[in-house]
Structure formats: structure tokens, C-alpha cells
């Protein structure tokens, strides 16, 4: 389910970025459009938008200039004062030059990710807009104009080992322990990177191929290892920039490409 987020703040809270002003105060936003009537073939009129085709052609234009890296062209697709909330406090973006100065303290890499991995056809839409990914990103319409009217900060406490997206590192680690505690060796096997290194007693090995592994499975995936795999909670967790680290160090985990993988066991 995705978690919606807070995307108007009824207070303005200044704070500092490295010892520099991260946002000034600025006004609130104006009220979004009202709706004057409903349109079941208009997916986003909830959110005050009366032809759909409005919002197809702003949101490819958006995916574009983020996609292109070109913080001037989104900067005209926001609506401002616009609101960024990160750490349960809001900071007011007042305006065009302010947005770009800040662009990739703003457009985080996830809010990025977020944003081209979003079809225009599956956002969630509400009285308070049209939001992207998990809340990351909020349009509207405000004074008759499409925009960006609210950005969230989600926080990932696995950044420093690569992985991109915190709910996708937990949904691996949770059906990875499924699995184990199912007996389901072919798909253990799918959650590993390949070679894999195993390393006991001071020596390394590598299992180079998923059948390799599942042929030897009972002397890779030790008692010990199960244990303390089923055991670890993904939020205690050890971070550092050579992976995750489950249980005292039995098994690592790390973003291959585009995918979590088993990189490493320590039996």
C-alpha cells in the first residue's frame, strides 16, 4: 500500500543546511482547484483537473526534463511557494532560482527514481492532488497552472551500501526469509549474485552458477546461517558502504544493477 504523505503544512519551519539557510519562509500555497463536477472517464478530476489530457502532457514534459537533467526546465514545472518536508519539518521553495540552487538536494536520486518509474495512469489522485511513487512527489493545480506543489524526503537507511529503494530492500530480505524457512531452494537461489563467495575457515570459495548452488545448498545455507537470517530484523540491520550485513556477518547483501542480491556468505 502506498503511504501518503503530508503535503501542505499549516506552519513554516526554517532550518540550515551545512551552515547555509535550506529554505527561506515564504507564503502558504494557494488552495487547490476547486472541483465543479465528476468525470468518470477523467481519472485525476478529483484533484481539481477537468481534461485528463492537461495532465499526460505536463507529467511527459516533467519525466523529461528530469530524465534529460535539466534542473531549469523542471523549475518552470513547479508551482511555487512549494513545499519540501523532510525529517517532520517543512521548508517553503520560493521560487525559480532558489529551486535550481537546490535542485539535487530537492530531486534526490529516489525522487528521481520515483518520478520515470511512474506511469501517469497508475498515480494516486485525492482532493489534495496527484501523487507519485510512495509520496514523493505531489502535483496540483494551483491558480489554474499544473505543478509541482510538494516534494517528501523519504528516508533510506540503506543508501550507504547502494541500495536505492529502502521498501525494496525489505520486501527482498522478507521473502528471502520466507523462502529459507520454506525449503524453497530454487528460489533462495534467485535471490543470490552469482559467483558467490562462501567463505569458511579462512578460505574462499566461489559457487558460480544457481545450480551449483542448489546442488550444494545444505553446505552453503548452514544451520547458522538460516539462524541468524530468520532471526535479523531489517531495521537492526548493520549499513557500511560494502553492503548490508545480516546477523553478525553470515550473509551480505547489496544492489547489483538493478537488483538486491546474496553477494557474500560467511559460514
Known sequence: MKKAAIILSASIVLATFSGQ??????????????????????????????????FTTYYAKLQKAVKDNKP?????????????????KTFVISNKDEFIKKYDRIFTSRVREQLLAQKADKVFVNW???????????????????GVIAVNIINNPYEAAGIKNAIEFEHFLSKLQK??????????????????????????????????FIANYNKIMTANIKKKLLAQKADKV??????????????????????????ALNQ
Open 21 to 54: 539557510a535550506w529554505a527561506n519562509q515564504g507564503t502558504t500555497a494557494s488552495t487547490p482547484a476547486a472541483i465543479t463536477k465528476a468525470d468518470t472517464n477523467n481519472p485525476y478530476y478529483v484533484a481539481g483537473i477537468d481534461n485528463p489530457a492537461e
Open 72 to 88: 531549469e526546465e523542471v523549475a518552470k514545472l513547479v508551482s511555487y511557494p512549494m513545499n519540501l518536508n523532510k525529517d517532520g
Open 128 to 146: 489534495k492532488g496527484i501523487m507519485v511513487g510512495e509520496g514523493d512527489l505531489w502535483i496540483g493545480k494551483l491558480d489554474n497552472k499544473l
Open 179 to 212: 523462502d529459507v524457512c520454506k525449503g524453497n531452494k530454487s528460489e533462495v537461489a534467485n535471490s543470490i549474485a552469482f559467483p558467490l563467495k562462501v567463505n569458511h575457515n579462512g578460505k574462499s570459495i566461489e559457487i558460480k552458477s544457481k545450480k551449483e
Open 238 to 263: 548493520v549499513v557500511s558502504w560494502k553492503g548490508v550485513m545480516v546477523g553478525d556477518g553470515e550473509l551480505w547483501i547489496g544492489q547489483t544493477g538493478e537488483h538486491i542480491k546474496v553477494f
